[in-house]
């Protein structure tokens, strides 16, 4: 089917997605909106859209985002919307269960997976029930007393929704649980207490697209190899990679779920047992999408297709192997800060078949103005991510 011409509103042009969906729209000859915070946003400096909106306060306020995206829909101007993040991708997906959202069409899965996947602990019930590995973890129906006598310290906790580091804590003793559930810090009814693994710092993620038969259209597989923070944070060096255990798990979990497009499967491997098991799996288009283009996948070409119901073929299950994306922003502060900087394997310094998550030759502003803006943001977005 060709889209030449689709009237497309992406939003939250905060999101290092950005840089890879904008030039694949752009190559679908689309008419792209594209939805910012700021004039510093990867959507807004790209020299692919054809208007740029700028609502401050959207990436903090969940109710004004909403008012601007139904704004925006109600209009009538688009064919498609396309999120990047968690908040616009829940937005969207009560909008379309509620039948708000007219013809548009929103790349989004269905409601209730999207929600299997968005609490941790579902996510982590349902791998315990088909024998996906995953760290044990507290259920609703335990008692904290139950759990507690079924597993070793240190825990980890970490908030039931959301992504990446924030709001992640390591606990190394009954003590200091009952002493952060007791000041707020850790509330138990919002937050995943589950076993710590201990970091290897092996981790594998796979990109993953069903179709609306539960046919898989793709599988990219990763391993990440330097994280910041250095300690367990989001990974900024990943080379594809082609492991079929993880591969396995992964499609068997979201084909519980009834997945529907593409979901982003997180592992971490367990040195006790040296077994990948599944950390969480973010329903939302991942900041590392580029990964895909590397290897010819054509993402946002197999997106459309889904919503406009055009049969798809599946790619190859193997794709080729060492494709590297770093994320140069938090790949510099691992070179400053990691005490391995000069032994890690691959090494920092190796630039082949390297690329980047926001760089591109073809449209070069928003690295630049990206790099200004979390300048400003840097204390803040570390704070968040302390453990």
């Known amino acids: 089917m060709d889209y030449k011409g689709k009237r497309v509103l992406v939003l939250d042009g905060f999101g290092r997605q950005q840089s890879s969906i ?4 752009h190559d679908l000859e689309c008419v792209i909106t594209t939805v910012n915070n700021s004039k510093l946003d990867v959507g807004y400096a790209s020299r692919y859209p054809h208007k740029r909106i700028v609502e ?14 139904e704004r925006e829909l109600a209009t009538g101007n688009y064919d498609i919307v396309f999120p990047m993040v968690e908040k616009s991708t829940n937005i969207l997906t009560i909008m379309k269960e509620r039948g708000e959202l007219g013809n548009v069409k929103a790349i989004v899965a269905p409601r209730s997976a999207f929600l299997k996947a968005y609490d941790k602990e579902e996510t982590m019930r349902l791998c315990q029930e088909i024998g996906v590995p995953c760290p044990r973890t507290k259920m609703n129906d335990q008692t904290l007393d139950e759990y507690l006598s079924m597993v070793l310290f ?9 992504s990446g580091s924030a709001g992640f804590k390591k606990v190394q003793s009954r003590e200091e649980l009952d002493k952060y ?23 594998y993620s796979n990109r993953v697209f069903l ?18 923070p250095v300690d367990g944070g989001p990974g900024c060096y990943s080379r594809t990679i082609n492991r079929k255990d ?30 990948p098991k599944i950390i969480e799996i973010n329903g939302r288009i991942p900041s590392g999408i580029k990964i895909c283009d590397l290897v010819g996948v054509k993402t946002v070409k197999c997106m459309f297709d889904m919503v406009y119901d055009v049969p798809m073929e599946s790619y190859p299950e193997e794709f080729p192997e060492g494709e590297a994306l770093r994320y140069f922003h938090t790949d510099i502060m691992w070179l400053l800060k990691s005490p391995n900087r000069f032994k890690a394997n691959p090494s920092w310094f190796n630039f082949h078949r390297n690329h980047d998550y926001i760089w591109s030759w073809s449209d070069p502003l928003p690295f630049f103005t990206y790099t200004i803006e979390h300048l400003k943001t840097y204390k803040d977005d570390m704070k968040k991510r302390e453990h």
């Open 22 to 25: 904008l030039r694949q729209l």
């Open 56 to 69: 401050h306060g959207i990436k903090d306020d969940e109710q004004l985002y909403k008012m601007v995206i």
């Open 154 to 162: 240190p825990l980890a906790c970490k908030p039931r929704k959301g």
């Open 181 to 203: 559930i007791a000041e707020g810090i850790i509330k138990p009814e919002e937050y995943v207490i589950q076993e710590y693994i201990p970091h290897s710092g092996t981790r």
């Open 211 to 228: 179709d609306k038969n539960q046919k898989v259209i793709f599988n990219v597989g990763t391993q990440i190899f330097r994280s910041f």
């Open 246 to 275: 993880v591969k396995e798990y992964s499609e068997r979990l979201l084909k519980k779920m009834e997945w529907v497009g593409l979901a982003h499967v997180c592992y971490m491997l367990d040195p006790r047992d040296n077994t």
